[in-house]
């Protein structure tokens, strides 16, 4: 073996367990090699049934997973391709089915969201479980 192709496999394998270290990951969750998660992963907690689709960007203090009480070992977080999520996030699946979010979705941040998004929607604020909008003070006044 080339020493480049050492030194890729080894930035790789590096890469993988800071980044299980930094963003309290469980080890059982997959992160696809384009994603791109900012800020050293400071904060970001990600559980093990979440499902990433490619080119994905994750800001720093983000939470995306299943609550312990709506845990049925069965349900996921299926995120999609094209997806940006902002600061301070939470993506809770609190349902016993999966939560999907869509294709080129953009979650802003600060935002909440409890039920899945579909393609092609820019989110911000609470999307609760009937996807209804719910913005704040700020939004409003607009």
């Known amino acids: 073996m080339n020493a480049k192709k050492y030194l890729i496999q080894e930035y790789q394998y ?16 997959k992160l696809p090699k384009d994603i791109k998660i900012g800020h050293g992963c400071i904060g970001t907690i990600i559980s ?3 499902k990433f689709g490619s080119n994905c960007r994750i ?13 049925t070992g069965s349900n ?9 999520i902002g600061v301070k996030t939470s ?11 869509g294709d ?5 941040a ?17 999307w ?10 700020c939004c409003k006044a607009k």
């Open 128 to 137: 609760d479980k009937h996807g209804i909008l719910k913005c704040s003070a």
């Open 104 to 108: 080129n979705v953009v979650i802003g």
């Open 110 to 126: 600060g935002s909440m969201v409890f039920s899945s998004v579909p393609s092609n929607t820019k989110v911000y604020g609470i």
């Open 14 to 29: 590096w890469k993988y367990l800071i980044l299980a270290y930094l963003t309290h990951n469980d080890i059982k969750c």
């Open 48 to 50: 093990k049934r979440v």
């Open 91 to 101: 993506i809770m699946n609190c349902s016993h089915g999966d939560l999907v979010i």
């Open 59 to 71: 800001r720093s203090c983000t939470n995306i997973g299943t609550p312990k009480e709506y845990d």
């Open 76 to 84: 996921w977080v299926i995120i999609g391709n094209n997806v940006d």
